[in-house]
């Protein structure tokens, strides 16, 4: 095994190797470069560190990859559906007030309630002044993105009520106090061992490390606060506006449960998740599964139209529907609009190289990968999330896997252009584009500095390269460049072979 | 091997759009050499004219070239970057064919200056017109030289490496391979992920420096597992990362520098030497055809 990085902050490597003494071929970045703490940098070296997770990331993916191409064989035609996943998704979006105006008359019609939250504040006042209502002491919950950030659980337990995760993986983390670190599987990065070691210390006595005995531990506790919850809250894949369905997709069965067992049932969405009719819906639903997971559909499908009306024999008797804008009107009317078409299948992710090794934690906000590195800081500001838009290579694989064709490294360059024009980039990486930029354009100045190029920055360790120089060796600089070349011998070549 | 064949047919019957391949006059082309090659690669520019004069094609090289500017465009200064652009359109827009020995450089022209200039008066027309003329080097050998008249001989067993650029923007992915089946004696094997980035990305690489290396370690394992001789390629920037990286392992023992825990590959990494790196104008070159 190679040794392991010392993330910063830490003094010894965590596996308890020593570190590496190699003289003089210490890669110079290390020592002379400081890392800027709460960086993607640092998050990213952080995620480099943890073998378990690099190990499952990579697996997942390359499994993933594998079935993906099986069902999407079996579909066909996969261009012909994104195309028109993607068709759906930039209709919706463009006519998003209309759609959410049919969809709150349709909801409401069907005795349920709605709110529009315009940001996290304001949807988790109304969720907690509701729990506090109907005195909810006991919350259940199925997994949900808007939720975590918007930080619900944080402001219901503020207001007295136990929140209790039914998503195997939430509960995973809600447990060990930890953040979701893929959009669809959030505990992608725990080891069975560690969930074993998270479930025993919860239990109060040891749990073997054993699927069977862990799930079946889950299965039992929150089966208990299934029934005792007097409120669920859940998130929504889907609002259709012709009929004011909430769809919610699941592969353990715990939304149907969440959304079914307590009087009162709150769903929260972000606004932009809607469809216009079942038969659009029928498109993305066919696809979601596909790519999120490889699979070739979802175990459960619900589909809830209202609270319990006259002769259903359960459901909740309230219904309520909290829109979160929240930073995504940010986008509309603007070139980033295509980015609400996102429909949180998790696959820019799934086949992102960056995220493979830097791991989903690396991004610091709670949507990761590139889909999080593009809204993270459009919802929350460009400026406090700057270096989230070069967490990427650009090698486009995130655009050519969204089944709803976000132009997803596109809109990673365009950020990086809005933050050298708004002026919040670094001043010598600016003064390096200027000088560019004007040498270009002199072609004669510009062959010199290929050659200072070439003989000086190579030769120093510090200095823009020096990142460069860290991992890598530069590659010789002896001999004429092709221009010399050319001029002494390569153009005569030519006319005597003439 | 059975893949190429199809490769082949599929990049032909690609090709019939673009060009013709039997016309009466000589064909002529500017080089655009990039500035890797120029600095870096020269043997690879050398190569390219080469193998272009072998095969009937006058070769220029414009004097005024520099840079398309594709570093400064991917890092967000666009406005730096119309210099360059500019300047190339104004050395190049007269030109039948320019062609260039990366996937990289040639996708920038063609798909990232009509956006650029997109909407700028007296520039917008010439960037579609110049992007129209750009071909990058294998490319060029496929649609407009034909396939038929390449002939080396190059005894060895190869893998290519896939460059993104190349790949999903330029939307070159069958005709480096079409050219290296004509390539008698080369065997190539399939590359594990052959579709994932090695880390290269421009100034990702001296930003993200670890992540880049993590990406790097990858990629040189895979290509170890391959029992390749060599690595071919057609993008010199991968070329660089990937060569510098390994160099960087093999100075530093057994172990990569960066310490990057070999990820996916759940197998213990690669101790052998590092394998060279050829692109596929030295393949050609080097098998005979200059
Ligand atoms: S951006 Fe596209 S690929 Fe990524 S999560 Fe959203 S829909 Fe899926």
């Known amino acids: 095994m190679t040794n392991i990085k010392t993330p910063p902050g830490r003094s010894k490597p965590p596996t308890g190797q ?29 995620g480099l560190s943890n073998p378990y997770r690099r190990r499952t990331v990579a697996g997942v993916q390359d499994h993933f990859a594998n079935l993906r191409r099986e069902v999407f064989t079996e579909l066909g035609n996969p261009e012909e559906w994104r195309a028109r996943a993607a068709q759906i998704r930039t209709h919706t979006i463009a006519n998003l007030d209309a759609y959410l105006e049919q969809f709150t008359d349709n909801v409401t019609r069907h005795g349920g309630h709605v709110h529009f939250a315009a940001d996290a504040a304001d949807a988790n006042a109304y969720i907690t002044r509701l729990a506090r209502e109907k005195r909810a002491r006991t919350i ?32 995973i983390l809600q447990l060990d106090h930890d953040k979701p670190s893929h959009i669809v599987g959030p505990a992608l990065h725990k080891s069975k061992a560690e969930i074993a070691e998270i479930f025993s210390r919860h239990a109060g006595h040891p749990i073997a490390v054993d699927t069977d005995e862990l799930a079946a531990y889950a299965r ?27 769809v919610i997709v699941s592969n353990e069965g715990n939304a149907r449960m969440t959304s079914s067992l307590p009087k009162v049932h709150v769903v929260v969405m972000g606004m932009e998740r809607l469809v216009p009719s079942f038969a659009d819906l029928d498109i993305l639903l066919t696809l979601l599964p596909k790519v999120a997971s490889g699979q070739r559909t979802i175990s459960y499908v619900t589909a809830i139209h209202g609270p319990k009306q006259a002769p259903d024999l359960d459901g909740p008797e309230e219904l309520h529907i909290v829109i979160v804008d929240n930073g995504r009107s940010n986008m509309l009317g603007t070139e ?55 967490a990427s290579s650009l ?94 011998e390569g153009e005569r070549e030519g006319e005597r072979e003439r | 091997m059975g893949n190429l064949q199809t490769d082949e047919s599929r990049a032909s019957s690609r090709a019939t759009g673009r060009a013709t391949s039997a016309t009466s006059k000589p064909l002529r082309a500017a080089l655009f050499v990039t500035c890797l090659a120029d600095s870096f690669y020269p043997d ?45 359109i104004e050395v190049f827009e007269h030109e039948e064919y320019v062609v260039m020995p990366s996937g990289s450089c040639a996708s920038m022209v063609r798909e990232q200056y009509p956006q650029l200039l997109d909407g700028e008066p007296g520039w917008a027309d010439r960037a579609l017109s110049t992007a129209a003329r750009v071909y990058e080097f294998s490319e060029f050998l496929v649609k407009v030289v034909g396939l038929e008249k390449i002939h080396a001989t190059y005894h060895g067993t190869a893998t290519y490496h896939t460059s993104c650029h190349m790949t999903r923007q330029l939307q070159v992915v069958d005709e480096p391979l079409a050219v290296l089946s004509r390539v008698n ?50 993008d010199l920037g991968c070329m660089m990362h990937l060569t510098g990286r390994a160099a960087r392992q093999t100075h530093a023992g057994a172990t990569p520098s960066s310490s990057v825990t070999p990820s996916s590959s759940l197998t213990p990494s690669a101790s052998s030497a590092p394998l060279p790196m050829k692109h596929v104008a030295q393949v050609l070159a080097e098998g005979g055809l200059v």
């Open chain 1, 18 to 46: 020593t570190p590496q003494t190699r003289g003089d071929r210490t890669p110079p970045g290390r020592s002379t470069v400081k890392i800027k703490p709460g960086s993607f940098r640092a998050r990213a070296i952080e």
């Open chain 1, 140 to 171: 259940v919950k199925s997994k949900s993105m808007v939720t975590e950030e918007i930080g619900l659980n944080h402001a219901l337990e503020h207001a007295g009520a136990e929140v209790i995760e039914t998503d195997l993986g939430e509960f």
């Open chain 1, 395 to 488: 090698c486009g694989a995130c655009t050519d896997a969204c089944p709803v064709k976000i132009p997803l490294h596109e809109y990673l360059v365009a950020l990086r252009r809005d933050i050298s024009e708004a002026g919040i980039d670094s001043w010598g990486e600016r003064m390096a584009a200027h000088l560019f930029g004007w040498g270009a354009s002199h072609p004669g100045a510009f062959s010199m500095g290929q050659s200072i190029l070439k003989t000086g920055l190579t030769a120093t360790k510090v200095g823009p390269l020096g990142g460069w120089k860290s991992e890598r060796e530069f590659p010789s600089s002896a001999g004429q460049t092709f221009r010399e070349w050319w001029h002494k």
């Open chain 1, 220 to 246: 039992k506790y929150l089966r208990d606060k299934f029934f005792a919850a007097d409120m669920g809250i859940t998130g929504c894949n889907f609002g259709v506006a012709e009929s004011g369905s909430v």
């Open chain 2, 44 to 88: 690879v520019g050398k190569s390219v004219v080469g193998v272009l004069r072998a095969l009937g094609v006058e070769v220029t090289f414009p004097e005024g070239q520099t840079c398309c500017g594709q570093v400064t465009f991917n890092s967000g200064y666009w406005a730096d970057t119309k210099a360059a652009a500019k300047r190339f």
């Open chain 1, 336 to 390: 980033y609009q295509q980015a609400l078409n996102c429909i949180r299948c998790g696959n820019c992710s799934n086949v992102c190289p960056v995220y493979r090794h830097a791991g989903g934690h690396a991004y610091g906000g709670v949507y990761n990968g590139p889909i999080g590195a593009i809204i993270t800081p459009l919802m929350e500001g460009i400026e406090k999330w700057k270096d989230l838009p070069y």
């Open chain 2, 185 to 234: 004696g080369l065997q190539l094997v399939p590359l594990r992920n052959n579709q994932d980035c090695c880390g290269f990305g421009g100034t990702f690489s001296v930003k993200l420096p670890e992540v880049s290396a993590a990406m790097a370690d990858e990629k040189l394992q895979h290509m170890a597992e391959t029992k390749a001789d060599f690595v071919i390629a057609s």
